[in-house]
């Protein structure tokens, strides 16, 4: 069973930062790819970082500049670095895991609360 536990979110103003962590639980955690995904009631899920198990990181057009993916594959952890946040950027943040081979089973984690006022 994979296990999942994120944390960082929070309230900020317009420009400020948060950083998001999804701690895991796979000892084979590199295998893994990971993204981090974001919903509002009024817009569906949205992809904003992918990371493949071999390290490569792809943004959402939205955040792309302003955000940074990072893994970390000895803590087990993935993290998003959110830098001159936007209220546009207001949102449960999801975590993703999948392990690399086709057809895997997707594990998401329960989303932590971003809201960004202006």
């Known amino acids: 069973q994979v296990h999942i536990v994120e944390s960082g979110g929070g309230l900020v103003h317009s420009g400020g930062s948060l950083r998001l962590s999804c701690e895991t639980s796979?000892?084979?955690?590199?295998?893994?790819?990971l993204a981090w995904y974001r919903q509002t009631p009024v817009h569906e899920r949205e992809l904003v970082a992918h990371i493949n198990s071999g390290g490569q990181i792809d943004y959402g057009a939205d955040v792309w500049g302003r955000f940074t993916a990072s893994r970390d594959n000895v803590a087990n952890t993935m993290y998003l670095q959110m830098d001159r946040l936007k209220p546009e950027d207001s949102a449960v943040y999801y975590c993703?895991?999948?392990?690399?081979?086709?057809?895997?089973?997707?594990?998401w984690g329960q989303g932590t609360q971003v809201t960004v006022s202006s």
């Open positions: 993703y895991v999948r392990y690399f081979r086709e057809g895997s089973e997707v594990y």
């Open positions: 796979p000892l084979d955690f590199n295998y893994y790819n």
